[in-house]
Nanobody
């Protein structure tokens, strides 16, 4: 499956953005989707995860209560709604996919097989 993230940009602290990740080349509902981010000079870190149906989600503690991930299996898209943005949310955001029955860890990069190209989010303080 191929993934393409979009929706990044420059926003002031306290603002919001919605990222999208479009999938192609596979049956979308066969995959769980994750969001990761990488800030300059830092390792890529887990942000959120949504299961194949959208009924189960997980979030990093740093974004819990501010970010929400959702998906529309009819449009082959997953979304990351980011509210109350902080300067520390500045990063390149990536979407990733793994087969729905895969048992690997959902919060590590090695738990995903397919990656999008990333979209830059910059939060100004």
């Amino acid at each position: 499956v191929q993934l393409q993230a979009s929706g990044g940009g420059l926003v002031q602290a306290g603002g919001y953005l919605r990222l999208s990740c479009a999938a192609s080349g596979g049956k979308f509902s066969n995959y769980a989707l994750g969001w990761f981010r990488q800030a300059p000079g830092k390792e890529r870190e887990f942000v959120a995860r949504i299961n194949w149906s959208g009924g189960i989600t997980y979030y990093a503690e740093s974004v819990k209560g501010r970010f929400t991930t959702s998906r529309d299996n009819t449009k082959n898209k997953v979304y990351l709604q980011m509210n109350s943005l902080k300067s520390e949310d500045t990063a390149v955001y990536y979407c990733a996919a793994v087969y729905r029955y895969d048992s690997r860890s959902y919060y590590t990069e090695s738990g995903y097989d397919y990656w999008g190209q990333g979209t830059q989010v910059t939060v100004s303080s």
